[in-house]
């Protein structure tokens, strides 16, 4: 298991980062909130969980333990992956998902991409016991839209690296039109980017 990990920044995506460490380049993924404190060419040391599959290793990376806590402990819920636990860690601090799942507030939790509202009720069910009270962390992420998943996703990763709320959402509202049936989140961050450099 792979605690986690200290290197220099090699490189920085929209889901990843490259730490160099030891002459190897190792992926981790990571929210956008973890991304936006990143810097090429600076050290930095990031909590991890490395995911094993038959096919894959993934390591994830953190902003902090609180942060990597609550993705493992949200793994325990059925019906929840990496992807939904990363989602719910970038959507959410941890206290407020802690908040959320003491206070059995379904509503806070569907706004996570992937999480619909039988999903959300399994996940109160499951991790009531198991997630503990509010810490008082300090680290709060700012809610998205309701509304279609994608705005929410798209919106969070602009607020991730560094854009104001209010900037995002013009940004989300700019873009929204080249959205389609099956919108790519990817092609749609990176146009809404390229709305706010131009502004």
Avoid at 86 to 94: G, H, N, R, T, Y
Avoid at 137 to 155: I, L, T
Avoid at 158 to 163: I, Q
Wanted: proline share 5%.
């Amino acid at each position: 298991m792979i605690a986690f990990v200290r290197g220099e920044v090699a490189a920085v995506t929209l889901t990843s980062a490259v730490l160099e460490v030891g002459g190897v380049g190792l992926e981790l993924m990571c929210t956008p909130g973890t991304l936006a404190t990143l810097r090429v060419g600076r050290e930095a040391r990031l909590p991890t969980s490395m995911v094993v599959r038959e096919d894959s290793l993934t390591v994830f990376g953190f902003l902090d333990e609180d942060e990597k806590q609550v993705f493992e402990i949200a793994q325990t819920a059925s019906g929840v992956g990496p992807k939904v636990a990363q989602a719910i860690v970038a959507v959410m601090s941890p206290d407020d998902v802690r908040r959320a799942i003491a206070a059995e507030d379904v509503k806070a939790l569907t706004r996570v991409p992937g999480i619909g509202q039988k999903g959300a009720q399994r996940i109160i069910l499951e991790l009531k016991d198991r997630i503990g009270p509010p810490t008082g962390g300090a680290h709060a992420v700012a809610a998205p839209h309701a509304g279609e998943p994608w705005r929410a996703q798209v919106q969070q990763g602009l607020v991730g690296l560094g854009w104001s709320t209010k900037e995002s959402e013009k940004a989300v509202d700019a873009v929204a039109d080249q959205a389609g049936a099956t919108p790519d989140v990817g092609a749609l961050l990176r146009a809404a980017l390229r709305t706010l450099s131009k502004a």
